[in-house]
């Protein structure tokens, strides 16, 4: 699958000992990428570095960056040197234009980057590359996740076929308005690069976008999907099965990253509908998903469905309390702004004891609606973060 990519790993034997925290990704010179990065007005070097080379055309061979542990962010113009001497070391040594290559980094913010190691680290990857290496490149972009997050598929269409694969990584910090924390997904297919662009951000859209497991955006949130060029798009048709199945990799993706979340147990839907527009729609159902009253109730298994409430009222969307209705899965709560004459305590009870919660929320009559999903709120999340730099 996909054995155009070729991925090396490695580790720098710092801040996760043994395990792989390194990569490198090279792509092939028939490749278009797309790059969607964070909007947070606090951009890390890499992230920066990366928006650059996106805004113009980059050609030839490619290669992906990434090292986890450090963010390089808030390292200012040091951090911006770091970045430069690592990118020099390797262009050197492998025969690549600096501007092809694009740097990638997650992990703690405002401290400066080994260049020694990392670099070290970056020259094993390319000495070891290999394809269908994607089970390591998903575990050496990890940071505090608790397992790999990998997705992938192989569609086929008459006697043709074509290949998805997707990993990322992100356990906190993820409400990105954008994407995730980090995430590289490939296919084999051909697309133009302007095609491949909206696609991506389509998706991203209603996929990374639309989660959240703190309400806190990352500086260093960056998502790529790459086409090798491998099999040529020839119809509309197989156009539209490419989008389909990959907007179910960017959902499978952005579901684990939820139940990845630091200390989450429980992933929860909100759809929200009736309002104005799909944006007014959304703005409800972020507030109720980053509610840390709902999320606490939903690791408490509590159904306490005023804080649904409280929170959808919570925003500057109007609407009428005659016009509320909310349903528990399939038991209705409340109905035209009254409690349901047979909803029961014990029935919210068993919906809110399930892994999956699904919540929906209607406003009004328009027809308008948007999902955003979300994560519990426990006790280990606390002391994940608490002991982050510990």
């Not at 409400?175 to 389509?202: C, G, Q, R, V």
Request: glycine share 6%; aromatic share 6%; proline share 2%.
């Amino acid at each position: 699958m996909l054995k155009e990519v070729e991925i090396g790993c490695a580790t720098t034997n710092s801040k996760y000992k043994k395990r792989l925290d390194c990569a490198v990704v090279r792509i092939p010179k028939s490749s278009t990428l797309s790059g969607v990065f964070t909007t947070n007005n606090f951009k890390s070097v890499p992230v920066k570095n990366c928006l650059k080379k996106f805004s113009q055309k980059i050609n030839g061979e490619k290669l992906l960056i990434i090292n986890a542990g450090n963010a390089n962010a808030g390292t200012g113009k040091a951090g911006e040197k770091d970045l430069e001497l690592i990118l020099d070391s390797l262009s050197q040594k492998i025969g690549i234009s600096k501007k092809n290559l694009l740097p990638f980094s997650t992990g703690v913010i405002g401290e400066r980057l080994e260049t020694k190691l990392i670099t070290s680290a970056f020259e094993k990857c390319i000495k070891d590359f290999k394809t269908n290496n994607f089970q390591n490149l998903a575990k050496s972009i990890m940071t505090t996740d608790k397992k790999i997050k990998i997705s992938k598929t192989v569609v086929k269409v008459g006697n043709k076929k074509f290949s998805i694969v997707g990993v990322a990584k992100g356990v906190g910090m993820i409400e990105p308005n954008m994407a995730t924390t980090l995430s590289f997904i490939f296919t084999d297919l051909k697309i133009p690069e302007s095609t491949l662009k909206k696609i991506h951000k389509n998706i991203c859209d209603e996929t990374f976008n639309s989660i959240s497991v703190d309400g806190e955006q990352s500086p260093s949130d960056s998502s790529i999907l790459v086409a090798t060029g491998k099999n040529l798009i020839e119809s509309p048709k197989l156009l539209r099965l490419f989008e389909g199945s990959l907007q179910k990799i960017f959902t499978d993706l952005s579901e684990k990253l939820l139940l990845d979340g630091e200390g989450a147990t429980k992933l929860i839907e909100i759809k929200v509908s009736g309002l104005k527009s799909k944006v007014a729609c959304k703005e409800v159902a972020k507030k109720i998903a980053n509610s840390p009253l709902l999320k606490t109730a939903a690791y408490g298994e509590d159904p306490n469905w005023g804080r649904i409430l409280s929170a959808a009222g919570n925003t500057e969307n109007k609407f009428q309390e005659k016009n509320v209705s909310i349903k528990m899965g399939d038991i209705k709560v409340m109905e035209n702004g009254e409690i349901h004459k047979k909803y029961r305590e014990a029935s919210g009870k068993k919906e809110f004891k399930k892994k999956r919660i699904s919540l929906a929320v209607k406003l009004g009559s328009s027809k308008y609606s948007a999902k955003v999903k979300s994560s519990d709120l426990t006790h280990e999340y606390i002391s994940i973060n608490s002991d982050y730099r510990s």
